[in-house]
């Protein structure tokens, strides 16, 4: 077929339909690179999510374990007791919790202590 019996009618349309084609493109190039900077963003606030929880971790960990040897150190004495290690964390325990087990954690270890000093057991080496 010829360009003459195409008509400028059907080269219009080609043009319109390839530019259209073109502009959905560049759209979605757009929208692409938008998408890549919020997950970008999201992933850079992951990782510091990820690094702030290790951290909590760690000093949970050692919050926990001088609690535990001060309670032994303060415990040792008492031969009758039979001492053990530092239990291991549970692996089901939520991280969401984590504000109400440390805080159980030192109630505990201060009720402890209180029942010691109440019986004149606490400083008695």
Known sequence: MTRAAMGPGAARQYKD???GMT???????REDAEKARRLA???VELHEAMSAAT????????????????ALETLWHEQWMTLSPLPKPD????????DY?????A???ETLREALRR?????RR
Not at 91 to 98: C, E, K
Not at 101 to 105: K, N, P, Q, T, W
Not at 119 to 123: A, D, F, I, V, Y
Request: hydrophobic residues 45%; charged residues 30%; without cysteine.
């Open 91 to 98: 692996p089901g325990a939520s991280a969401r919790d984590l």
């Open 55 to 70: 951290e909590r971790e760690a000093l949970t960990v050692l919050g926990v374990a001088l609690q535990w040897e001060s």
């Open 107 to 109: 109630k505990r270890y």
């Open 23 to 29: 502009d959905a493109v560049d759209r979605l190039r």
């Open 17 to 19: 339909i390839t530019g």
């Open 119 to 123: 019986r004149g057991l606490l400083g």
């Open 101 to 105: 087990l440390e805080a159980v954690v």
């Open 41 to 43: 963003d999201a992933l």
